[in-house]
């Protein structure tokens, strides 16, 4: 079964940067985008980019670019999403998710809390 | 950037009552349009997707309708596990959510 399983909840400064990985399993890693969603507490959800595993090629919204670094190692199925110069508004939780072959996506990562605090 | 807008923000239903939510996009996104459903503490669960198709799983009693600007998720007879988060998402140029609509027992 498609599964996708992130790495542990950080906690991080201002001004530092943040690595959330995303292990991809039951399917063909580099057969589907990923993209990267994130959710503050209490709040709704909102895109971050995708990654085409196969190619590389990414896609940022707006709002992150700049700060955003999406990559793959395709050897292991990870996915990967760095985020940089992190502020408290970047406290939330990440998610990674699977682009389906329809366009919206299908399957989630379980999250990775970032809590950014001095 | 395509604007989605939910409403109501809160939505007050009794188990086996019918429940209508609405999404509306700033702009035409044809008929790529999603709908998932989030729990506390879960990622969200996809629904639907080309407007009114049901992804894999998902009970009939959930169904989707509308294309272009308007859409509407309907949930015929509420159960109990119903009672969630509800985001619409369009896909038609990059990805934008909805603020979400939260149904509530009444």
């Known amino acids: 079964q498609v599964q996708l399983v992130q790495s542990g909840a950080e906690v991080k400064k201002p001004g530092a940067s943040v690595k959330v990985s995303c292990k991809a399993s039951g399917y063909t890693f580099t057969s589907y985008d990923i993209n990267w969603v994130r959710q503050a507490t209490g709040q709704g959800l909102e895109w971050m980019g995708w990654m085409n595993p196969n190619s590389g090629n990414t896609g940022y919204a707006q709002k992150f670019q700049g700060r955003v670094t999406m990559t793959r190692n395709t050897s292991i199925s990870t996915a990967y999403m760095e985020l940089s110069s992190l502020r408290s508004e970047d406290t939330a939780v990440y998610y990674c998710a699977r682009q389906s072959p329809a366009g919206t996506v299908d399957y989630w990562g379980q999250g990775t809390l970032v809590t950014v605090s001095s | ?106």
């Open chain 2, 1 to 106: 950037e395509i604007v989605m807008t939910q409403s109501p923000a809160t939505l007050s239903v009794s188990p086996g009552e019918r429940a209508t939510l609405s999404c509306r996009a700033s702009q035409s996104v044809s008929s790529n349009l999603a709908w998932y459903q989030q729990k506390p503490g879960q990622a969200p669960r996809l629904l639907i997707y080309g407007a009114s198709t049901r992804a894999t799983g998902i009970p009939a009693r959930f169904s989707g309708s509308g294309s272009g600007t308007e859409f509407t998720l309907t949930i015929s007879s509420l159960q109990s596990e119903d009672f969630a988060v509800y985001y619409c998402q369009q896909y038609n140029n990059w990805y934008t959510f909805g603020q979400g609509t939260k149904l509530e027992i009444k």
